[in-house]
């Protein structure tokens, strides 16, 4: 499963970006996945709460950001939309230049609580 690898990738990238010894409460882990990156967020999902379970990062959150997938064409010079993954332009038919986006797969942000916040989750029942 190509997600879990991802998975356990997305949560050594939090982990070094979040310096500190011992990792504050992260509430919303927010990605951009491309149309053609070949992720099924759904998996991923699964995936992370899986490798996240009864770790400092558990009951964190996955945001997702989809982007289309866009091609450029130095024929008629604009970009299209293939939602289908062609690398045909759609507005003159010739083979595009260059992908402009969609197969992109980026950690964004990270929400962290403060440790006030932190505090009263934990309290919670």
Known sequence: MH????????VELIQREIRSGELPF???VSI???DLAGIVPESLEFCYKVVTDE????????????????VYCDHCRRSSHNPDGSMFCSH???????????NELELTNIDVATPEEEHAWQRSP
């Open 55 to 70: 770790s400092p990062l558990a009951g964190s959150h996955l945001c997702f950001e989809r982007i289309p997938f866009v």
């Open 32 to 34: 951009r996945i491309g």
């Open 26 to 28: 992260v509430r919303t």
């Open 92 to 102: 003159c038919s010739n083979a595009a230049s260059s992908i402009v986006m969609g």
């Open 3 to 10: 997600e879990l690898s991802v998975a356990r990738n997305l």
